[in-house]
């Protein structure tokens, strides 16, 4: 599926399907742009869930923009209140079909927010400052934090980049404040235990960051 609605259970489902359980109410919709991603978290479900063909995230060949555009022109938009790019995979790997299809929602639909779930390691594929490239077209940036410190992380998300990639990410989070509205860091619930998420609450704190501690099926 190129974009779809998410349920209880950790479900993700087709767009007719899911208005057809829930006809009513605002949902958000999902965009899977792309399987390819720079870590190989230990907790992540794409390793563990088994979904049925029809509602399968995995993406058997690369997507165009045009095939993306399609997807998105046939959602139900009177029934979304949140546009998410996300996946199974890493958005920013490919970030030219991620920045466009941000400037094609704000301009179909310019009232409606949208948000980047990300590992927040993309400056360290791209080998720049990639922050500025969402100036006007995100309005939030969930960056997966995982850890309170460097050797935890990459114990986690076993990053393609190494050890520095913890503090890439940081970085990353701090750039982003200059250009997207609202940037928020997550620790995955029952990966970590309380301890751990405290502290994670004080390093966001001292960045002046948002913490969310998400469920683990929201993964």
Not at 59 to 84: C, M, N, R, S
Not at 117 to 126: D, P, Q, S
Not at 158 to 168: E, L, N, P, T, V
Not at 200 to 214: A, N
Request: proline letters at 5%.
């Amino acid at each position: 599926m190129l974009v779809y609605a998410t349920h209880e259970g950790g479900r993700y489902l087709p767009f007719e399907e899911s208005l057809r359980i829930q006809p009513e109410g605002k949902r958000n919709l999902y965009v899977n742009v792309t399987n390819e991603c720079n870590c190989a978290c230990t907790f992540c479900l794409r390793n563990m869930k088994k979904m049925a063909e029809e509602s399968s995230l995995w993406l058997k060949k690369k997507p165009t923009v045009e095939e993306f555009k399609q997807a998105l022109d046939g959602a139900p938009w009177d029934y979304i209140k949140e546009v998410v790019f996300c996946g199974f995979g890493e958005p920013t790997m490919q970030l030219d079909t991620l920045v466009e299809l941000l400037h094609y929602v704000k301009e179909k639909h310019p009232a409606l927010p949208t948000r980047l779930n990300t590992n927040g390691l993309g400056e360290l594929e791209y080998g720049r400052e990639i922050s500025a490239d969402f100036q006007g077209v995100l309005d939030t940036v969930s960056i997966s934090l995982n850890a309170s410190n460097a050797e935890r992380y990459y114990e986690l998300t076993r990053a393609k980049y190494g050890i520095k990639s913890y503090q890439a990410m940081l970085d990353f989070a701090e750039h982003s404040k200059k250009y997207i509205p609202h940037v928020v860091l997550t620790i995955v619930d029952q990966v970590e235990g309380p301890e751990e998420i405290a502290r994670c609450k004080e390093i966001c704190k001292g960045r002046g960051l948002t913490l969310r501690v998400r469920p683990y099926e929201d993964n």
